[in-house]
């Protein structure tokens, strides 16, 4: 099973996320984006990992940041970053995507499933 790796600040949207990527067949892990959550799985290995950049407590950004560089492998990049600002959010990490604003878990769902399967390789870029 596809393990993703959710990191949000909201319980509610840590919540809907999950349950709206579990039902599609995706084995998630939804963590708070406060140290001791990122710090927690540490010695995750998912296949994606989805966060919510505007989410991330300060003092989380290089916590996270660090993870998806020890998960990035062999030029693949396996992130969706949610922002306002899908600029900043790009350039900040190497994120292969981009979702902005409201969330359109329609559009996440795609978008992972499209990253997952080698279809949005490397766009570095935003879905809209």
Do not use: W
Request: glycine share 8%; hydrophobic share 45%; net charge negative.
């Amino acid at each position: 099973m596809t393990k993703v790796l959710f990191v949000e600040g909201r319980a509610d949207l840590r919540t809907m996320i999950q349950d709206a990527l579990a039902e599609v067949g995706y084995d998630v892990e939804a963590i708070s984006a406060e140290p001791a959550g990122v710090a927690a799985c540490a010695s995750s290995q998912p296949d994606l990992i989805i966060y919510d950049r505007d989410g991330l407590a300060p003092d989380s950004v290089d916590a996270v940041d660090s993870l998806i560089g020890r998960l990035t492998r062999d030029g693949r990049d396996p992130v969706i970053a949610l922002s306002d600002d899908a600029e900043d959010a790009v350039n900040a990490v190497r994120c292969a995507l981009c979702l902005p604003a409201p969330l359109d878990i329609d559009a996440l769902i795609v978008a992972a499933a499209g990253l997952l399967n080698g279809e949005l390789t490397g766009s570095h870029g935003t879905l809209h």
